[in-house]
């Protein structure tokens, strides 16, 4: 995670760090080896790899368009996408 962000609050938060996990270990993140450890599939998993689909569908997608569109609130985890 510290190759895509210097910033030490966002890599230890969970949010942000399960974000960023879901998109490494399903192949997202060029250059981020996709070694799965342990399966995870919770909530803010399955939320990353919908966002992910959603912003490979439509690139120019906002944090607003992602809000609106997943049914989530605009945090901290959309911005790591």
Request: glycine letters at 6%; one cysteine or more.
């Amino acid at each position: 995670m510290s190759s895509v962000t210097t910033s030490t609050t966002s890599r230890k938060k969970g949010c942000p760090r399960t974000t960023f996990l879901a998109l490494a270990e399903n192949g997202y993140l060029k250059g981020v080896c996709t070694h799965t450890s342990v399966q995870r599939k919770g909530v803010l998993y399955k939320r990353a790899i919908a966002a992910a689909n959603l912003i490979l569908s439509y690139p120019l997608a906002t944090p607003h368009y992602l809000s609106e569109n997943l049914g989530i609130s605009i945090n901290r985890d959309l911005s790591i996408l």
